[in-house]
């Protein structure tokens, strides 16, 4: 009798070409989505894994991606399989099961999904993407596992995270390179110009500023502040949920795409939603960029501008620990005053008091400065899809 391991118990060999499922349910707005996508995409461009991704909004999602069709079950875009996850119990239309699954947000894999994990002769990879925080507790829990109480499955939460042993967040490895080169080129951003607002650039002497956000009380102060300032300042709106109040502010019926309004120092553009990509060249373009819940807040770092965040609001004030988590990681070497005034004005922005443009602005150069700096240090952390990546790779080894 040969003493050989009968094949069926050999441990099965890790796959050469890793096939990866993510999950996502949208719970509002485009950040769910938004994460999902750019982690797809990256999965797929810089690791060469094959990715399909189960979404239940595919309207949210169409506005990141156009090309989308709506009413397609399932459709592949750029290499990426996209499957209408069209209700909970629904896990694709085949039942074939990646060699790693994440599941975005808790949002909960199908039961069948999860029976038919179990059943695969290699278990795979099963992660739960968690939201972003810089608390510091993220790096205690990040990776923990939690096995599965009836079937012989575990979970990894996956944190990413601002500070060193969290997942950190995204980054694309030719992120730095189209920025210098968008920067770097007058006729880029010539162009850039011309097809997002139809006009020339501002004279370099215009503070330009992006302005992406939910509702916002404190935004009709900062429009009379920027109005009534002595620099000009040009307000790039994407459309959305602060456009209704920027068109109230100019006694406009409305700010959708294309339009325009000036009052005194303040002219201001609303911009079309772009798709995902379109999104950084409005950072590169601004000199600060407002930004709101989770991907445009990482973007913004990326961008290495100051910027201001507008948090996902939370029950229970549950948010304000983590804009303060992110401001102590953020904003640790600036001077106390360009500090202060960076953490009054971020609070303010999130519901505590006036905001106070010309205090800000005060610091500009040296918040410029910071925002270099502090994109240098969040790099060293590595980017969320090589961390994941790798961490999946020695699961399956
Ligand atoms: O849309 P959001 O408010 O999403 C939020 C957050 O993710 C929050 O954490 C989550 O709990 C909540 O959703 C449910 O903000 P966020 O995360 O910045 O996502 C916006 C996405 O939209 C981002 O990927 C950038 C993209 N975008 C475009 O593609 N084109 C655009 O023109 C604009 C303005 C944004």
Redesign the pocket.
């Known amino acids: 009798m040969s003493s050989a391991t009968p094949p069926s118990a050999q441990p099965a060999a890790a796959p050469t070409v890793i096939a990866c499922d993510i999950f996502c349910a949208v719970?509002?707005?485009?950040?769910?989505i938004?994460?999902c996508w750019?982690l797809a995409r990256q999965l797929a461009s810089e690791h060469g894994w094959l990715v399909r991704v189960f979404v239940d909004d595919l309207h949210a999602f169409q506005?990141?991606c156009p090309s989308l069709a709506l009413d397609r079950a399932r459709q592949a875009i750029g290499g990426i399989v996209i499957e209408h996850w069209r209700e909970p119990a629904h896990a694709g239309d085949t039942l074939e099961v990646a060699d790693v699954v994440i599941e975005a947000f808790a949002c909960e894999l199908p039961p069948i999904y999860v029976a038919a994990m179990a059943r695969r002769e290699r278990a795979p990879v099963w992660l739960n993407l968690e939201?972003?925080s810089a608390e510091d507790w993220v790096a205690d829990f990040h990776l923990r596992p939690s096995p599965h109480p009836r079937y012989p499955l575990t979970k990894t939460f996956f944190f990413p995270g601002l500070g060193p042993g969290t997942g950190g967040v995204l980054k694309e490895r030719h992120l730095d390179a189209a920025r210098m080169a968008f920067e770097a080129s007058q006729p880029a951003r010539e162009a850039w110009w011309l097809e997002t607002t139809g006009r020339a650039p501002p004279p370099a002497t215009a503070t330009v500023i992006s302005l992406?956000a939910?509702e916002n009380p404190a935004v009709d102060s900062l429009l009379e502040q920027w109005r009534d300032g002595a620099e000009a300042v040009v307000l790039l709106v994407?459309e959305?949920r602060i456009s209704g109040a920027v068109a109230r502010f100019f006694g406009l019926p409305s700010f959708t795409a294309g339009s325009h309004a000036e009052r005194d120092s303040l002219s201001a553009h609303a911009?079309a939603?772009?798709?995902?990509a379109?999104?950084d060249p409005?950072l590169w373009a601004s000199d600060v960029n407002f930004?709101?819940?989770?991907?445009?807040?990482v973007?913004a770092q990326w961008a290495a501008k100051p910027f201001v965040w507008h948090i996902?609001p939370q029950a229970d004030d549950a948010h304000l620990p983590k804009l303060d988590a992110a401001l102590a990681h953020y904003a640790r070497s600036l001077p106390g005053d360009a500090r202060n005034a960076l953490a009054r004005f971020w609070h303010a922005w999130n519901g505590a008091g006036k905001p106070d443009w010309a205090e800000f602005q005060r610091h500009h150069a040296v918040l410029k400065r910071r925002a270099a700096e502090w994109a240098g240090e969040l790099a060293l952390i590595g980017d969320l899809a090589g961390n994941l990546a790798l961490f999946a790779k020695t699961q399956l080894k």
């Open positions: 719970i509002d707005n485009f950040g769910d938004g994460v750019r506005k990141l939201y972003l992406f939910y994407p959305g911009l939603f772009t798709a995902q379109g999104y409005l930004v709101r819940g989770e991907d445009s807040f973007r996902y």
